[in-house]
């Protein structure tokens, strides 16, 4: 048999790398490690990621909720001021002291129809009004007119619960409570992070 002496390379597009040489033999067993070798796996592989990726996307994704008036539970909407959330969830106001919210205040129920509860207090030194009701098809359907009166209001009128400027340009609707948050729904959200 006739011996020669070759570089060994891996061969990846344009791009060679010598790995090292030594002894070959005219043998069938051993052959120089070529481009052309795998250009044949590229289509496969390329399938195989791409079944993959496909499959992976398609596992994750499922429908989100909606609610009865056609609101999407848990996103914001496109304006950015109301959010529904947490649908099955009943609270009181000892669970939101347990995560850091520090009531202030309680008002009379009797102005608001429907609740059952309302504390104004403050989260992370911003101020967050919350109505309870009895449930939350109640406070969909008590609350949010009310709190679309509130969110309406222009500067320099008053919010008849506070003797102070309306502060409260947003709601979400969470389980059983609407909370008026102060400046933006992010207030809001905030607590309801730490409250799920």
């Known amino acids: 048999m006739q011996e020669s002496r070759y570089d060994s390379i891996i061969a990846c597009g344009m791009l ?6 030594f002894k070959m033999t005219n043998s069938p067993r051993i052959s120089l490690i070529s481009f052309q070798n795998y250009a044949a796996l590229v289509p496969v592989l390329f ?5 993959l990726m496909i499959a992976g996307c398609g596992s994750s994704s499922s429908a989100p909720e909606i609610s009865k008036d056609g609101v999407v539970i848990g996103v914001p909407d496109e304006e950015g001021v109301r959010l529904i959330t947490n649908p099955a969830s009943v609270y009181v106001i000892d669970d939101l002291e347990t995560v850091g919210f520090k009531k202030n205040k309680q008002f009379d129920v009797d102005t608001v129809p429907g609740a059952i509860d309302i504390w104004y207090g403050f989260f992370q ?5 919350v109505r309870f009701y009895e449930s939350h098809a109640i406070a969909l359907d008590k609350g949010v007119e009310l709190a679309e009166t509130v969110i309406a209001r222009t500067a320099g009128q008053r919010d008849p619960l506070i003797p102070v400027v ?7 609707v969470v389980g059983n409570t609407v909370m008026l948050c102060e400046r933006q729904l992010a207030t ?7 409250l799920q």
């Open 188 to 194: 809001c959200e905030a607590l309801i992070t730490v």
């Open 125 to 129: 030194q911003q101020d967050i009004e």
């Open 47 to 51: 399938v195989f990621a791409l079944i």
């Open 16 to 21: 060679s790398i010598p790995i090292r040489k």
């Open 166 to 172: 309306n502060l409260y340009p947003a709601y979400a």
